[in-house]
């Protein structure tokens, strides 16, 4: 059975989430915290994508984009000093740059805020703002994650 579930794990690796799910299991307090809440605010935007790909449902992605509005404020409290236990991704260097993590998890809530305040007829408007939530995403992460996997945001 154990042989069976690694070989899925293998396959589904390739797919993506599996890594994560494992990572989860190990993980305790503040840092499986984290991640989940990460998790959460991927699920959310990758549905706001979806949305605006297939260009239906429009009027779904302020909720979603509230969501991660209301999250980004609370990133800070889940990065106390010191909290680098594994299997986190975290790098130290956020704890030297704190003012720039900061910042930047206030540049996640304006974006967000923005792209809630869309007018639904405006899908030019919805692709551009969903763009500037996940460049504001990638832009913490390119700074202050340890890259784990291909195709992470
Ligand atoms: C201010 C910095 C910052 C911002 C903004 C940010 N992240 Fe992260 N994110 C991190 C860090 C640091 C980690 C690694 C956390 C760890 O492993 O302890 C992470 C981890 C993740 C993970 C992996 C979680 C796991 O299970 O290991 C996902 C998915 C993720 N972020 C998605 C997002 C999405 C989506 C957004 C934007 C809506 C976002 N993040 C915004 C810093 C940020």
Same mark, same amino acid.
């Given at each position: 059975m154990r042989a069976a579930a690694n070989a899925f794990c293998a396959v589904a690796i390739l797919a993506a989430g599996c890594l994560t799910s494992a990572a989860h299991d190990h993980a305790t307090g503040v840092v499986k915290e984290r991640m989940e809440m990460m998790e959460a605010m991927a699920k959310r935007l990758k549905a706001i994508r979806e949305r605006v790909d297939a260009k239906r449902d429009l009027t779904a992605i302020k909720a979603d984009a509230e969501a991660i509005a209301s999250h980004a404020p609370h990133i800070v409290h889940l990065f106390p000093p010191g909290s680098t236990q594994k299997p986190t991704d975290a790098r130290g260097t956020i704890w030297q740059n704190w003012a720039d993590f900061q910042r930047k998890t206030t $540049?996640? *809530? =304006?974006?967000?805020? *923005?792209? $809630?305040?869309?007018?639904? =007829? =405006?899908?030019?408007?919805?692709? =551009? $703002?969903?763009g500037a939530v996940s460049q504001a995403c990638?832009?913490?992460h390119e700074k202050y994650r340890i890259k784990r996997r291909k195709g992470d945001l």
């Open positions: $540049a996640l *809530k =304006d974006a967000s805020n *923005k792209l $809630a305040n869309v007018s639904v =007829d =405006d899908l030019e408007g919805f692709r =551009d $703002a969903a990638g832009e913490c």
